[in-house]
């Protein structure tokens, strides 16, 4: 299927090829004035400058042979040549009955499957997660939503960091402190153990990074339990392998509990055999070449505007670096799932890394022309003073502890509104967690990704205005109207019949497709935000004004629930998308 704007823009556009002109012209779109027209199509403006016409005579043309056609009920042209058009009720009720037929709602899947490797994570092992770590895995993961949706096979790849320096101040520490018998005695089962050394992680990491600063002779010992490590040396490496496994854990929790899925849990250690061969081919093949003793990758175009430095793959003394990993990487994926898109969401600050890798990557061969290599970037998260959202004491919030605070926050509002009274405690708990998870996505997610945004948990836990709980709460409401309808008997028809205060929310119910289209195209998941809102917005307003289970005439009143139904379908499957979960009350 496709939207009701797509199915016009084919009608439209058969008529300017008829007239000789581009059929690619006729593309129609939602009326930004729908006080005038339902679509409208702005072609004719083009065209006349194809025909070298005067464009209200292209259009004059155009709409006498499109009132040819039946299923409009109005076409008149604005200005020099736009073209407005009205679709009868007849037309509009029967795709609203085809849309609500497909079990995809009209959203398209590609016709053949295609491997798309995402890459949202990035949380270092050994370390505390932080709300640092909290935009790359809500949109990264709403992207693998849409994207499976869309008939991709995805994977969804954490990438940690847990191949670096810190991991040998960490491990050289314990092994001077005599402690790697107990590091080696955790029980990995049990819960307790594990949060008491991630604890013990998140104070010795500080403490020994501040001393490899001040004492050059510590910062060798960590640089060469770094080189232990990678070396897979016995002690070292078990070490590295006990708490990595804890970190996993700790993870997987955090996760867990914001509703975040990865396919793959692979770090930098994953490619650590590729880097050799890797580098060895590009030297042998002139990319990677020496520059005052580190190895560097030039990628400089003659035509940037602007300096690109080189790709460095080892430093000086021998250190890999970043790039080097993630190039690497770059090998490991096209091997192991030759992929057809590999789509990185990480800050936007790390733009130019991201250029350079993928530069390196394209002059070499490692992705060919058919790989997509995409760097999706985004803001920052800001407190309400505008700054990147610390702790009361200045301090970066762990992302556990957010959690805690959004759970906390919504459990008082749930409370203020009167909501889930008659509810067991489990129950409750779980409408809180559903109702704080929509909080966090729905304000991270409704803002263009680029775009800094600003983190009020007490506005965004509000169930008024723009927030995740206010979709939660309209989409229940919905819910419940469909089973005080099925209780009394009543339910939605197979079709639809159309007056004029249901016809706002009808020809919203088309618009679904084209949303999805515009996440799915520029990996941008506030365009399903926007249309969810809208939509949540549009039905309140048709449920003001509208009768419906007290509507006489059962053929409208079986009409308007087949309308709340098909809203509560795609408010539901737009929310899904966004990794958030409706509750079956509230």
């Given at each position: 299927?496709?939207?009701?704007?797509?199915?016009?823009?084919?009608?439209?556009?058969?008529?300017?090829?008829?007239?000789?002109?581009?059929?690619?012209?006729?593309?129609?779109?939602v009326?930004?004035?729908p006080?005038?027209?339902?679509?409208?199509?702005?072609?004719?403006m083009?065209?006349?400058?194809?025909?070298?016409k005067?464009?209200?005579?292209?259009?004059n043309?155009?709409v006498?042979?499109?009132?040819?056609?039946?299923?409009?009920?109005?076409?008149?042209?604005?200005?020099?040549?736009?073209?407005?058009?009205?679709?009868t009720?007849?037309?509009?009720?029967?795709?609203?009955?085809?849309?609500?037929?497909?079990?995809?709602?009209?959203?398209?899947?590609?016709?053949?499957?295609?491997?798309a490797?995402?890459?949202y994570?990035?949380?270092?092992?050994?370390?505390?997660?932080?709300?640092?770590?909290?935009?790359?895995?809500?949109?990264?993961?709403s992207?693998?939503r849409?994207?499976?949706?869309?008939?991709?096979?995805?994977?969804?790849?954490?990438?940690?960091g847990?191949?670096?320096?810190?991991m040998?101040?960490?491990?050289?520490?314990?092994i001077?402190?005599?402690?790697?018998?107990?590091?080696?005695?955790?029980?990995?089962?049990?819960?307790?153990?594990?949060?008491?050394?991630?604890?013990?992680?998140?104070?010795?990491?500080p403490k020994?990074?501040?001393?490899?600063?001040?004492?050059?002779?510590?910062?060798?010992?960590?640089?060469?339990?770094?080189?232990?490590?990678?070396?897979?040396?016995?002690?070292?490496?078990?070490?590295?392998?006990?708490?990595?496994?804890?970190s996993?854990?700790?993870?997987?929790?955090n996760?867990?509990?914001?509703?975040?899925?990865?396919?793959?849990?692979?770090?930098?250690?994953?490619?650590?055999?590729?880097?050799?061969?890797?580098?060895?081919?590009?030297?042998?093949?002139?990319?990677a070449?020496?520059?005052?003793?580190?190895?560097?990758?030039?990628?400089?175009?003659?035509?940037?505007?602007?300096?690109?430095?080189?790709?460095?793959?080892?430093?000086?003394?021998?250190?890999?670096?970043?790039?080097?990993?993630?190039?690497?990487?770059i090998?490991e994926?096209?091997?192991?799932?030759?992929?057809?898109?590999?789509?990185?969401?990480?800050?936007?600050?790390?733009?130019?890394?991201?250029?350079?890798?993928?530069?390196?990557?394209?002059?070499?061969?490692?992705?060919?022309?058919?790989?997509?290599?995409?760097?999706?970037?985004?803001?920052?998260?800001?407190?309400?003073?505008g700054?990147p959202?610390?702790?009361?004491?200045?301090?970066?919030?762990?992302?556990?502890?957010?959690?805690?605070?959004?759970?906390?926050?919504a459990?008082?509002?749930?409370?203020?509104?009167?909501?889930?009274?008659?509810?067991?405690?489990?129950?409750?708990?779980?409408?809180?967690h559903?109702?704080?998870?929509?909080?966090?996505?729905?304000?991270?997610?409704?803002?263009?990704?680029?775009?800094?945004?600003?983190?009020?948990?007490?506005?965004?836990?509000?169930?008024?205005?723009?927030?995740g709980?206010?979709?939660?709460?309209?989409?229940?409401?919905?819910?419940?109207?469909l089973?005080?309808?099925?209780?009394?008997?009543?339910?939605?028809?197979?079709?639809?019949v159309?007056?004029?205060?249901?016809?706002?929310?009808?020809?919203?119910?088309?618009?679904?497709?084209?949303?999805?289209?515009?996440?799915?195209?520029?990996?941008?998941?506030?365009?399903?935000?926007?249309?969810?809102?809208?939509?949540?917005n549009?039905?309140?307003?048709?449920?003001?004004?509208?009768?419906?289970?007290?509507?006489?005439?059962e053929?409208?009143?079986?009409?308007?629930?087949?309308?709340?139904?098909?809203?509560?379908?795609?408010?539901?499957?737009?929310?899904?998308?966004?990794?958030?979960?409706?509750?079956e009350?509230?």
């Open positions: 299927m496709s939207s009701l704007a797509e199915k016009l823009s084919t009608i439209v556009g058969a008529v300017f090829a008829a007239q000789d002109l581009p059929a690619d012209l006729g593309v129609v779109r009326s930004d004035r006080d005038l027209a339902q679509f409208q199509c702005n072609g004719a083009a065209a006349a400058k194809v025909a070298q005067n464009p209200r005579e292209i259009a043309d155009l006498a042979r499109l009132k040819e056609n039946g299923d409009f009920a109005k076409i008149d042209i604005a200005g020099p040549g736009f073209i407005n058009l009205d679709i009720d007849d037309y509009l009720a029967a795709h609203l009955a085809a849309v609500a037929a497909d079990e995809r709602l009209g959203v398209s899947t590609l016709e053949q499957e295609q491997t490797v995402l890459d994570g990035g949380p270092n092992i050994a370390k505390p997660m932080h709300v640092g770590h909290l935009r790359a895995a809500i949109i990264g993961d992207l693998r849409i994207m499976s949706f869309a008939g991709y096979k995805t994977l969804g790849d954490v990438h940690m847990d191949w670096g320096t810190h040998g101040m960490i491990i050289s520490e314990y001077k402190q005599g402690r790697a018998g107990e590091i080696m005695q955790i029980d990995l089962a049990d819960d307790m153990a594990v949060d008491g050394l991630m604890q013990d992680l998140g104070e010795i990491y020994v990074a501040a001393a490899c600063k001040e004492d050059d002779a510590r910062k060798r010992e960590a640089q060469d339990a770094t080189v232990k490590i990678q070396n897979k040396e016995p002690q070292y490496f078990a070490l590295w392998q006990k708490i990595k496994e804890a996993v854990i700790g993870m997987r929790n996760y867990a509990r914001l509703k975040v899925h990865f396919d793959l849990w692979k770090g930098e250690a994953d490619v650590h055999d590729y880097i050799a061969p890797m580098v060895d081919d590009l030297k042998a093949r002139n990319f070449v020496e520059d005052q003793g580190a190895l560097i990758v030039p990628v400089k175009r003659n035509d940037d505007n602007k300096e690109v430095p080189p790709l460095m793959l080892y430093k000086s003394d021998g250190g890999v670096m970043y790039g080097t990993t993630d190039l690497a990487t090998v994926r096209v091997k192991l799932y030759s992929p057809a898109k590999i789509v990185y969401f990480v800050d936007q600050r790390q733009h130019l890394h991201f250029e350079q890798v993928f530069r390196a990557s394209r002059m070499a061969g490692i992705a060919g022309e058919s790989v997509e290599l995409t760097h999706a970037g985004f803001g920052t998260m800001n407190g309400p003073d700054k959202f610390k702790t009361r004491a200045g301090g970066v919030m762990r992302l556990d502890d957010l959690m805690s605070m959004a759970i906390d926050k459990r008082q509002r749930i409370d203020e509104a009167a909501l889930a009274q008659d509810m067991t405690d489990d129950e409750k708990e779980d409408v809180a559903k109702v704080a998870v929509a909080a966090i996505k729905f304000a991270d997610l409704q803002n263009q990704r680029h775009s800094d945004y600003i983190f009020d948990l007490d506005r965004l836990t509000s169930f008024e205005g723009k927030t709980p206010y979709m939660l709460y309209q989409a229940v409401r919905i819910k419940s109207l089973k005080k309808a099925e209780a009394q008997g009543d339910v939605p028809s197979a079709g639809f159309l007056r004029d205060e249901d016809r706002p929310l009808a020809l919203l119910l088309t618009e679904m497709p084209d949303a999805f289209d515009a996440a799915l195209r520029h990996y941008m998941p506030h365009h399903i935000c926007e249309y969810a809102y809208k939509l949540a549009t039905f309140s307003s048709f449920y003001g004004s509208c009768h419906i289970l007290s509507e006489e005439d053929a409208l009143k079986a009409s308007r629930l087949a309308l709340c139904a098909l809203t509560c379908r795609q408010l539901e499957t737009a929310l899904s998308w966004l990794g958030i979960d409706v509750p009350r509230m």
